[in-house]
């Protein structure tokens, strides 16, 4: 099995920066994705941005320009740095973790004040 821990949540100012991390542990694959989500109250989880274990990275359209995933493969461990952070990004974030399992952390709260 694979378990994610979560780091990094917060309350910021809009405008702010926060960056969160996501520590992979357990029988991880070496050919993996590991994507960061958010979910709104009462919605449904939706993508903000995914990294290959060779790199390759996609984002949402709403966070293009502002949040970029990163990762460490020595430490098991993808980044998330979110910039000129705005209120309509508040939510709890997860990472979750795609290969020979498909595992989910357990979420961490990033409120964007105004």
């Known amino acids: 099995q694979v378990q994610l821990v979560e780091s990094g949540g917060g309350l910021v100012q809009a405008g702010g920066s926060l960056r969160l991390s996501c520590a992979a542990s357990?029988?991880?694959?070496?050919?993996?994705?590991i994507g960061w989500y958010r979910q709104y109250p009462g919605k449904q989880r939706e993508a903000v941005a995914i990294?290959?274990?060779?790199?390759?990275?996609n984002y949402a359209d709403s966070v293009k320009g502002r949040f970029t995933i990163s990762r460490d493969n020595a430490r098991n461990t993808v980044y998330l740095q979110m910039t000129s952070l705005k209120p309509e990004d508040t939510a709890v974030y997860y990472c979750?973790?795609?290969?020979?399992?498909?595992?989910w952390g357990q979420g961490t709260q990033v409120t964007v004040s105004s």
């Open positions: 979750r973790y795609m290969a020979n399992y498909d595992t």
């Open positions: 357990g029988s991880i694959f070496r050919f993996n994705l």
């Open positions: 990294i290959r274990s060779g790199g390759i990275t």
